[in-house]
């Protein structure tokens, strides 16, 4: 079965720092990646996807950036944050169920202040 | 382009009720698919149920069920006999564009659940 691990689960970063958040995947190959944002009490917003190595696709203008240096490894980083990046940040695999449903990792909560 | 409305931001239902969380949605996709989540305090993510367009017969999931409207644009989830644990963070999300790699799910603002004892 498919599992997906964020790291890390927590950050706090000064305005101005870069960032880093991994994503690894295992139990499948070749999937369809995917870093969504949860801002406070807000739905989800898609910010990049991936289908393959060193594809990456971005949904919404930004201060962020993807990269997926493997199959099952997708980054998203900044050089240097704002404080309207904090939030909720969700990475994501399409699952290879009948239904299709995207599977989730646990989540990276940033704040930055 | 794709667009999912949750137009309740929070509901609140007794312990052993119904209760039903809508959702609407638009697309020019003739196939599509939609999907309901659940996310508890902790954040995590977690699939419920699913309706393909073309489905006949409305989805169901234990004590999930999705009421599929199709000439409305309609995918209300209902959750039967609400338990406490059933208090969470709802998501819609709609499936699109068929076919080729460039799968996404787009998702709804969220419907906030408060199982009251």
């Known amino acids: 079965s498919q599992t997906i691990h964020q790291w890390p689960a927590t950050l706090v970063q000064p305005v101005g720092s870069p960032l880093s958040l991994e994503c690894t995947v295992e139990g499948t190959s070749n999937p369809n990646l995917y870093w969504y944002r949860q801002a406070a009490g807000r739905g989800l917003q898609l910010l990049f996807y991936s289908v393959g190595i060193g594809q990456i696709s971005s949904e919404v203008p930004q201060n962020l950036s993807a990269s997926r240096p493997q199959d099952r490894q997708f980054i998203l980083s900044s050089k240097k944050l704002l404080l309207s990046d904090s939030g909720f940040y969700l990475c994501?695999?399409?699952?290879?169920?009948?239904?299709?449903?995207?599977?989730f990792g646990e989540g990276s909560r940033l704040t930055v202040l | 382009a794709q667009k999912i409305t949750q137009t309740q931001p929070g509901m609140f239902v007794q312990e052993k009720e119904a209760v039903t969380l809508d959702c609407t949605y638009d697309?020019?996709?003739?196939?599509?698919?939609l999907f309901w989540y659940k996310q508890p305090s902790s954040g995590e993510m977690i699939f419920l149920i699913y309706q393909g367009s073309y489905d006949q017969q409305n989805a169901t999931e234990g004590r999930y069920s999705l009421n599929f409207q199709k000439a409305r644009k309609s995918a209300n989830l209902v959750i039967s006999a609400s338990q406490l644990g059933d208090s969470a963070m709802y998501f819609c999300a709609l499936e699109g564009p068929s076919g080729g790699s460039n799968y996404k799910l787009t998702f709804g603002k969220g419907t906030l659940l408060t199982v009251n004892p």
């Open positions: 697309t020019s996709d003739p196939s599509y698919g």
């Open positions: 994501a695999c399409h699952s290879r169920t009948n239904t299709g449903e995207l599977f």
